[in-house]
């Protein structure tokens, strides 16, 4: 496919800003994309996490703090120390309270006070531990060692402290302080880091901001699609994204600092990754607009450069169409002053310098044809009469004939067949160069008629012994429209010189065949071939044989034609009137291979151009 010039600048000029645009916006997207997704939202959830355990590890620190201060207050430790006997209903109510008053300045939701044995005495939170869930914690602080840690019951998680109690050197008791980790946290922590804050105890849920149960849903069923254990690292998980009901959150979870229980204790923070998304979105959005702008105005400039360049050059092109028409005076309109202009201007004198060439080449043709159909018709008289005289002393009405006289009439009559010859070609010839060459078109087998052409030409050549094959395909080739007499005498020529030039014990082949809706006939002789400086000229009328005396080979041209060369520019004319073309293909040595051309949907019915 052939793109035109218009085409070609349009692309030019196209293909470079859309080239710049998309990759402008694959690469502004690119950047963006992680820009947001890795330093935008994951710098933030990362962040709230820092803030998160720093926040735990204050209050942890706050917990111990207050619980050291309380349990050196000898108001409060120098109760613990009197024996179990003196410990009635008055004692009771007087450590209760004491560490109500001591839970004032505190304010934790969990506030008790175990003696040595690690019997509560006194509870005065909000919250009440259960043993097995505080054991592990009393036991390390009634050791001697004070110790901070995450205390689960009932699907809920307290951050506590258990401090020692020591009067006199020993320890008399231990002091449990605690806060919720659950719903009051996490909305704390969502006001302040702006990320949905959920906590999580084995597989529930204790405390979430996510408002919506089917994030709740979405949240433990992605977790649990973990098969999260006390074992897993948690850091290889990397921030992955949860499909809520309405939004994307990208996801972080961890375990919670101090937590020990057989059920992992974690924290999850999240981010909507949609809201966040917008500015990308808007960037895509604005990055589409600037390309469709960038194309729409590389459109309009490609169209205007190419009309400048293309009018112009469409002028030149139709006017060159024209004058290979024969039509020398189709104006160009070419008003500009730059090198397209200059073009058309020189453009115009060739064209006026060829045209007069053109005329004298044709006053030069038309003089030829003439010259030659007059000496044709002209020679016609003389041979008329020489043959007459010939024919009656042939039959002795002019004397009798001697023997050697006999011989010499047979000599004069196959150089008058010959003369005879050359004018009929000579006609011929005129009437190709002087576009008079008429055809009878008809409906007609190829078969047949390549016969006649192949028996004509055989018994043209009598004592020559090669071999002649006749090859239509299929052998049932529909009739074509020819002019029978016309297309034979072509072939004939052909076949003749395949006949000449080719070795006695040597084959011709004629072929014929439909390709493409055009008929096809090749002939190929065994012959010595043709030079390849020959080829070109080798359908020029008398060309091909000037300078040549090699008789072994066919671009000699001598058959039929009286060593005039004539015949494969009378076949070349037939070929021609019927539309067709003829082609040669030959090397020194290995043949040649003649092959006419002709389209199955021309036929002409008048004069036709050679």
């Known amino acids: 496919m052939r793109l035109s010039l218009r085409w070609k600048i349009l692309l030019i000029t196209v293909i470079t800003p859309l080239t710049l645009g998309v990759s402008t916006f694959v690469t502004v997207h690119r950047s963006v994309k992680q820009h947001v997704n890795s330093s935008s939202i994951h710098e933030s959830l990362e962040h709230s996490r820092l803030v998160f355990e720093s926040m735990l590890a204050a209050r942890a620190k706050a917990l111990a703090g207050g619980a050291q201060v309380i349990a050196r207050d000898p108001r409060f430790f120098s109760l613990l120390t009197l024996d179990r006997t003196q410990r009635d209903s008055r004692f009771a109510a007087t450590v209760r309270g004491m560490a109500h008053d001591f839970n004032q300045i505190t304010q934790t939701e969990l506030f008790e006070v175990l003696d040595r044995r690690g019997r509560i005495l006194a509870s005065v939170g909000g919250v009440s531990s259960e043993r097995e869930a505080r054991e592990a914690l009393v036991h390390t602080a009634l ?43 996490a909305r704390v922590l969502r006001a302040q880091m702006l990320s949905e804050v959920t906590f999580v105890s084995g597989q529930e849920i204790t405390g979430t901001t996510l408002s919506l149960a089917k994030d709740r849903d979405a949240l433990s069923q992605r977790l649990d699609g973990f098969g999260l254990t006390q074992q897993t690292d948690f850091g290889r998980l990397g921030v992955f994204r949860v499909h809520g009901a309405h939004f994307t959150y990208l996801t972080i979870v961890r375990r919670i600092p101090g937590s020990d229980s057989p059920h992992p204790q974690l924290y999850v923070m999240q981010r909507a990754y949609d809201p966040e998304t917008r500015f990308l979105q808007q960037m895509q959005q604005d990055m589409i607009l600037l390309a469709a702008i960038a194309l729409i105005a590389a459109l309009i400039t490609g169209l205007m450069l190419s009309e400048k360049i293309t009018r112009p050059i469409g002028q030149l092109v139709h006017g060159a169409q024209e004058m290979q028409r024969g039509n020398y005076t189709h104006p160009v309109q070419v008003k500009s002053s730059d090198e397209i202009g200059y073009l058309a201007e020189r453009f115009m004198e060739m064209r006026q310098r060829e045209q007069v060439y053109v005329s004298s080449l044709e006053e030069a043709a038309k003089l030829k044809s003439e010259f030659i159909s007059i000496a044709s018709h002209e020679l016609r008289t003389p041979i008329s009469v020489i043959k007459g005289y010939r024919d009656l002393l042939d039959e002795g009405k002019l004397g009798p004939i001697e023997p050697r006289q006999k011989q010499a009439l047979e000599t004069i009559r196959g150089c008058l067949s010959q003369l005879t010859r050359i004018a009929e070609h000579a006609t011929q010839i005129a009437q190709v160069r002087s576009e008079r060459l008429e055809l009878a078109i008809e409906e007609q087998p190829i078969g047949p008629l390549l016969d006649v052409a192949v028996g004509t030409a055989q018994a043209a050549a009598p004592n020559r012994k090669v071999n002649l094959n006749v090859l239509v395909e299929p052998p049932s080739l529909d009739p074509v429209a020819v002019d029978g007499p016309r297309l034979t005498q072509a072939v004939t020529q052909l076949v003749s010189n395949g006949i000449r030039f080719t070795p006695d014990g040597g084959k011709v082949e004629v072929r014929a065949f439909v390709s493409e809706e055009t008929l096809h006939i090749e002939v190929t002789d065994d012959g010595p071939g043709i030079p390849e400086e ?59 291979r003649f092959e006419i051309r002709i389209p199955l949907r021309t036929v002409r019915n008048e004069s036709t151009a050679a």
Do not use: M
């Not at 359908?539 to 494969?568: I, M, P, Y």
């Open 143 to 185: 050791e001697g060692t004070a110790v901070t840690g995450v205390l689960v019951q009932h699907d809920a998680q307290y951050q506590v402290t258990a401090t020692p109690v020591r009067a006199d050197g020993q320890i008399v008791g231990a002091l449990l302080l605690g806060s919720e980790i659950g719903e009051r946290l």
């Open 534 to 592: 020959r080829l070109p000229r080798i359908f020029d009328d008398g060309h091909a044989v000037r300078g040549s005396t090699n008789h072994h080979s066919s671009d000699s041209l001598e058959f039929n034609s009286g060593g005039l060369g004539l015949g494969l520019g009378i076949t070349r004319g037939i070929v021609e009137a019927h539309g067709g073309t003829i082609s040669v293909d030959s090397q020194p040595g290995k043949g040649s």
